[in-house]
């Protein structure tokens, strides 16, 4: 069995616990009534026999409302766990994507002045390509709305285009090992750059997203 069917179960017993609660409340009143009822007019002798389902009633009124306690004694603990989870992701996810947009950024800084060797670009794009491909971990896409898990999506076009610009410059450049960035054409130089550039603002989106994700929760638990 699942987990899904095991929570399926679980709110579904919540429910009959509920309208059993309900449905005893109005036996209990309708048992109240009719030992009323034999009070104002004198059958005391019959009111026993009111009084000994009423008593097996509210028995099972208690233990209704002992459950329903337990339920939303489990409700809160799921509820909190829940909380620490999407805390926990998020942080990670901010880890990364903040890491993320400062080694892009340095890379755009890198095209831009043009003073490191080649191969100090073909390494960056290497170690971009490794943080991105955390971002596509399964636990990272648990509590993310759909556009933002599209969003991390769309940035892969971008880190290959990167890669394969990169992997291609140091091949260009394979005779002059030391070869600066500088010394790469400025066409090529500028398509990459403007990638690069599209990759920062689709960053910059995903980390407000992710924050925003985080002030959903904290507001939620603060109206709790």
Request: glycine share 4%.
């Amino acid at each position: 069995m699942t987990i899904e069917d095991l929570v399926e179960r679980f709110e579904r017993l919540d429910r009959d616990v509920e309208n059993l609660s309900k449905v005893l409340l109005i036996f209990i009143a309708l048992l109240s009534a009719r030992a009323i009822f034999m009070i104002y007019e004198q059958k005391l002798s019959e009111l026993w026999g009111v009084l000994s389902p009423m008593a097996a009633l509210v028995a099972a009124l208690l233990v209704a409302r002992i459950a329903t306690r337990l339920i939303m004694s489990n409700n809160i603990l799921r509820a909190d766990d829940r909380r620490h989870d999407v805390v926990r992701i998020t942080h990670h996810l901010l880890a990364i994507t903040t890491d993320l947009r400062s080694r892009v950024g340095y890379l755009k800084k890198l095209l831009t002045d043009g003073n490191l060797p080649v191969f100090v670009l073909r390494d960056l794009a290497t170690t971009i390509e490794r943080r991105y491909e955390t971002l596509l971990e399964r636990d990272a896409y648990k509590y993310l709305p759909g556009p933002t898990v599209d969003l991390i999506g769309q940035m892969s076009g971008s880190i290959f285009g990167i890669c394969l610009l990169a992997g291609g410059l140091e091949k260009a450049t394979t005779d002059q090992p030391m070869a600066s960035v500088g010394s790469v054409p400025s066409q090529e130089r500028d398509a990459m750059v403007a990638s690069v550039e599209e990759l920062l603002g689709k960053i910059t989106n995903l980390i407000d997203n992710i924050y925003e994700v985080r002030t959903n929760l904290n507001s939620a638990v603060a109206k709790q």
